[in-house]
Every structure is written in structure tokens, then in C-alpha cells.
């Protein structure tokens, strides 16, 4: 199959699954020149066949997708991923499709276990919530979480030793028992930029998740299921410290992995009133809360470029830069 180094500069294409962040980096991404494909993995082709700017649709399944790899490869392709792309396939597919990943595929695999992921940010030296090992070790409050949760799907609370034993009893499935943080939930994103060698603080949003932000009147549990994002900027005094940390995250996966962070992340921390910041988890790649600046550009972006740029301007720009010093292979993986 064509390798990255083989790759034709000229006539790159950047590709990605069709949902999540999808709009967002197939618009910059034809803005700044290049071709674009999405890859429809559910029935969602007509929804994407009204953008102009995604010249090529491609559908395939999930267990089909591997067939189209030569394909887009020998297409110049620099695929994109996301976090639906890694729900749609599951973590072991999606690490080994065979395009060309912008950004640092082996992360897929860190974050996809739960204790991997927090031991890195540990690692790091970033604060993270105290973990207990047993329910009788535990101090409440506790939030719960199955080892393949996802987008808050699978957490629950326990407020009480009895309440943390009685739901943790029957569970016959791995999870592991984290300190719940009293506080509010910041969402920040970064850039890990090998071709300016820097890790940008880009920008921040907050979520926007059922049964703890809805009209809940007392007759839900909380849940944390994420319907939406919504933007945030956050005191001036407190992103040096942010600041620190995606450079400190940058850095202990270089060590960790043996190879650089490339492109997106997001550090995801509740600041509790005492201004602690504790991060719970991260995302290897785009998240989703990026959205919200589609188009209009994150507040933070204009410190770099001095114009505002969103998440996929600024993975187009990184893209072209890396283009045009004929080094792609410094910016995939
Ligand atoms: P996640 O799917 O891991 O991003 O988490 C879903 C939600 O659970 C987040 O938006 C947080 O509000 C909440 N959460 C996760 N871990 C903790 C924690 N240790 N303390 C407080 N809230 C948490």
C-alpha cells in the first residue's frame, strides 16, 4: 500500500468518518485546498450530500472499511480520526486502519483502557482524582465507571459507603471507583504542533449532558449523557496553569509511547471552588466540544495566528505547512 513518503504533496485529500467533528475539518480543510472525503459508516450519506465542500462520499461498513484503506491511500489521504470513528470500529480496528492517521494513532489503545489512561495522566504530573482500589477504601462521594463507558453512559454516583456498597455488589464487570470533584467541568483543547514545535492552548467548552444540566426537578438520577457542547473561556489567571499541563500531557506521551503528540487533544478537569484543578480524563484527538467555534474561530486561536481559527482550520493549516516542507511523515502516524 502507498506510504505517506510516497505521497503526491500536491494532491493530498483529507478524509474522515462522517459524524462528530466532520463538518467542521472537511469545510477547512477544502478551504485551505485540499480534497475531501468522508466515509459514511451508518445511513447518514444524504445528510453529507448537501455540503459542497466534501468531494467525495465513500460508504462503507464497519467491517468493510479496511477494503477502502488502498484506496484513499493511493489517493494521498490523510485520515482524520475522531471519537466516533474509534466507537463505530472499537479501538483495535480503529488503531490499525491503515491510512495514514493525522495525529498519534497509538493513543487509541491508552485511552481505550481505563487504568492506562489515568496512569498517563499521572505520569504527566497532572492532578487527577483520587482512585480507590476496593469499595471499602472508598470516600464517598464516588463516581463509578465501567470499563467501556462511554460519553458518560455507564458512570453512576454513590454518595454513601451503603450506597457505594449496595452498587458495586452484583457488578460483574471491571470498573473503577474515582473521587467524585465538587466543581465545574472545563473541557480544554489543545494543538500539539510538530511543525511550530509548541502545544497551543486553543480553546475550551463545557458539556451539556441529560440528567445533570436538564429539567430534572429531583426525579433522576444524575447521568452524564453528552447531548451537546457549549463554549467557555475561562479566567486569564488560571490557563498558565492549563498551559503547563497540555505541555506536560504533550510530553509524557512522548515518553510513554516513544512517539510525539501530534495535532488535537483535550484535557478534561473539574475546578472545584478552591481553584484545584483535577483532570478525569483525556482525548487523544478532536473532541467534539471543538465545534462550537466551527467557523467563527476559538478565542485562544487568535493568540497564535492573530485571526481566529477552528480546531480544522488549524489541523488545514499544520497539514499545508507540513505539505509544502515535503515532511508529512513528521505529522502522521
Ligand atoms: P466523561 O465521559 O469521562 O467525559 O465523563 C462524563 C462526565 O462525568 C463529565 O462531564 C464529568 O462531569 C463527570 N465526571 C467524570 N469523572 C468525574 C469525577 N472524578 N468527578 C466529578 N465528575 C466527574
Redesign the pocket.
Known sequence: MKQVRDYDVEKLMVATVASHTALQLLRAAKKTGFRTAAICLTDNKPFYEKFGFIDEIYTAAVDTLDKLAPKLAERNTVFIPHGSFVEYCGPKKAQSFKVPFFGTRQLIEVEADQRRKMMLLREAGIPT?EEYSSPEEAEPPV?I?LAG????AG?FLAFTKQELEAKTRNLNQPYII??????V?VYMHYFASQMFRRVEVFGADT?Y?TN?DGRVFGLAEPS?V?VGNRPLVIRESLLPRYMRFGEQFASAVEDTLGTPMIGPFCL?T?ITDKFEI?C??FSGRIVAGTNVYMGTGSPYSVLYFDKPMDMGERIAHELKVAAEKNCLEKITS
Do not use: C, L, N, T
Not at 149 to 152: D, R
Not at 178 to 183: H, V
Open positions: 482524582p463516581i465507571k463507558a462511554k460519553g458518560g458512570y474515582q473521587r467524585y470533584i465538587i466543581g467541568g458539556r449532558e445533570v452524564f453528552v478534561e473539574i483535577k478525569f480524563e
